[in-house]
Structure formats: structure tokens, C-alpha cells
């Protein structure tokens, strides 16, 4: 059965302190491993997306890497503007993606 | 993201009703979604479109019903709307030039049946 799931569910951070949320992985024929960010209230919004295990890719204090197993997104030095919910997806055949629930960040100025 | 939109926003029904949501895009992009969103789920794709009048179901489609007969638009349907139909829905396109995986989500509706 096809499962993303994402650790952990919540992340409180003091604003500059560096962290990494996880995402693990059992998805058959994985064609893509993406991040979203979610702000309250709104539609998730098109972070990364990562194809193959060693692949990395950064935008602004994000950093995406993929391994065979899992995911990571690290926040180097975050501010009070990251905070969101994060969310992890695996693409199947037929463009679909299968998301983990998210890890809720909140960055503490 | 600026080329989808979804209507209403807000709505409030009751159970037994028929409910239409729409999403409308201005991309042209191929690929069309429906998912809703509830605490503890995540996202879960209701049905997805890969072209005018061609859709397939998706995760949990029971109760729901969808249409495409232009490339912008996509409809999902409730013929009667249940309390357990209570979500979020988001729709989602893809399948533009340069960028055929990635998919990028509606506003979305928040919908409550009573």
C-alpha cells in the first residue's frame, strides 16, 4: 500500500535555529518525491520536487534531499515567515500524488 | 496560484441536497484534480481529469461525481450531500509546458453540511 508519512506531526523553533522535518516513504514505482508549503486558510503551494535518491535542491532556507527511504527539508536559520504547514507527496502512475498529513512549523521570533 | 479558481469559497448546505464546486483554470494545462482535506488525513484525491470528458475516479470517490466537458473548467458534484462530505476541497492542475509533474492547488472551498 502506497504511504507517505511525515514526522513530526508539529515543530515549534525559536527563530534562527535550524532543524529538518522528515518525510518517509512506501510508494511503488515513485516517479517524483514533492514539498508543499500551506499557509491557514489557503491552497498548498509547489516547493520542490525531487526525482532521484542523492538529489538535492534549495530555494531561500529550504534544502530538499532524497534518499531510497525518505525525504528531508531543512530550514537553515528560519524566520518567523516560515512558519506553515509543510507537506510531503509521492507521484504514482497517472500524475497522482499521495500526501502525508504535514508537519505543522511554527517559528517563535 | 493566480490561474485557478474555485467557487464558492464558502458554502453551507444540508444533508440530502445536491452540491456543485467548481474549479476553473486560465493555464491550459492538461491535467485537472479534485482532493479534500481533513485533520488527520491530509490530502485525498476525489477524482482527476487527464483531458476533456476524460476523468477517473482517484482514493475516495464514493458519493462523488465529476465533469469536464472544456479544458478550464471541472466540476465536482454531490447528488446528496452527507455530513461526512463535510471538508475542504482543493482543486489542483498540471501538465503545463515545463512543468508536467508539478501540481499547483486552488484557493479551495470550505464546505459544511448540516
Known amino acids: 500500500e502506497d504511504q507517505v508519512t511525515q514526522s513530526p506531526e508539529a515543530l515549534r523553533l525559536q527563530e534562527g535555529e535550524s532543524s529538518s522535518l522528515n518525510c518517509s516513504y512506501t510508494?511503488?514505482?515513485?516517479?517524483?518525491l514533492f514539498w508543499y508549503r500551506q499557509d491557514p486558510g489557503k491552497g498548498p503551494e509547489f516547493l520542490f520536487t525531487?526525482?532521484?535518491a542523492g538529489e538535492e535542491k534549495e530555494k531561500e532556507r529550504l534544502k530538499a534531499t532524497l534518499t531510497k527511504k525518505e525525504s528531508f527539508l531543512h530550514i537553515t536559520a528560519p524566520k518567523p515567515e516560515d512558519s506553515a504547514t509543510y507537506l510531503c507527496?509521492?507521484?504514482?502512475?497517472?500524475?497522482?500524488?499521495?500526501f502525508g498529513t504535514g508537519t505543522r512549523l511554527t517559528v517563535i521570533p | 496560484d493566480a490561474g485557478i479558481t474555485q467557487s464558492p469559497r464558502h458554502k453551507v448546505t444540508e444533508t440530502g441536497t445536491p452540491v456543485t464546486l467548481r474549479c476553473h483554470q486560465t493555464?491550459?494545462?492538461?491535467?485537472m484534480y479534485w482532493y479534500r482535506q481533513d485533520p488527520g488525513h491530509g490530502l485525498r484525491l476525489i477524482h482527476y481529469?487527464?483531458?476533456?470528458?476524460?476523468?477517473d475516479k482517484g482514493e475516495v470517490s464514493d458519493g462523488y461525481s465529476v465533469s469536464r466537458s472544456k479544458t478550464e473548467d471541472f466540476l465536482l458534484t454531490l447528488e446528496s450531500a452527507t455530513s461526512s462530505q463535510t471538508s475542504v476541497y482543493f482543486c489542483a492542475m498540471a501538465g503545463g509546458l515545463g512543468t508536467a509533474n508539478e501540481q499547483f492547488f486552488g484557493p479551495g472551498t470550505r464546505l459544511t453540511v448540516l
Open positions: 493555464e491550459n494545462h492538461r491535467y
Open positions: 525531487l526525482y532521484s
Open positions: 507527496a509521492g507521484k504514482t502512475g497517472a500524475n497522482n500524488l499521495f
Open positions: 481529469s487527464y483531458g476533456v470528458k476524460d476523468t
Open positions: 510508494v511503488s514505482g515513485l516517479r517524483g
